[in-house]
């Protein structure tokens, strides 16, 4: 039951985040291979790279099901791209999702292969965060995580819940949708209240 629990919440976060990617590729008036790749992109970047320093074999290169949930969000991009390129702040809306997810399948997958707390937090961030850098770097935009937005501070917070939850044996699937929550909680309050860190300047 879990691990089919596990398996529904990585695909939802990979098509969350192939939506995420083929909208912003729409948006920037890409061709459809173009929108294809940037889809793909932002759905596994974080969890290739994750797997990459895990010394693990990369999930999706494993299982086509990722491919098909790649597929999926671009189709659904695309049949519905008017009603998703208008809808307000649509990339926050798959991105925060996506971030949720990731976050709670990155640090399962780390604790997996007996990694510290410490580095399982960080590798959930990195599965959560990376795919969205490398989209926003292809598309010419700044990431998020470099902007004044508490992004990955979000991230943090529901690795270090995942694993504080952990530690009091909770049934699994009460800490995986509890850190999903948390996260997209976060991440709604922080833009909501406009929570954010000073930004650098150079005459600071």
Known sequence: MYSNLFDILDQIGVLTFSISGARLALSKKLDPFGALFLAGVTAVGGGTLRDMLLNKPVFWLHDTSTLISILLGFGITLI?????????RPLFIFDTIGLGVFVATGVKTALMYNTGPIQAVLLGT?????????RDILSNEIPLIFRKEMYATTCIIGGIFYLTTGYFN?????????????VI???IVSIKLKLSYPVLSERD
């Open 80 to 88: 519905f791209r008017k009603r998703i390129v208008s809808i307000n």
């Open 126 to 134: 990195i599965t959560a965060v990376f795919g969205g850098i490398t």
């Open 170 to 182: 909770l049934p699994e699937w009460f800490i995986w949708l509890g850190t999903i929550g948390l």
């Open 185 to 187: 909680v976060l991440r």
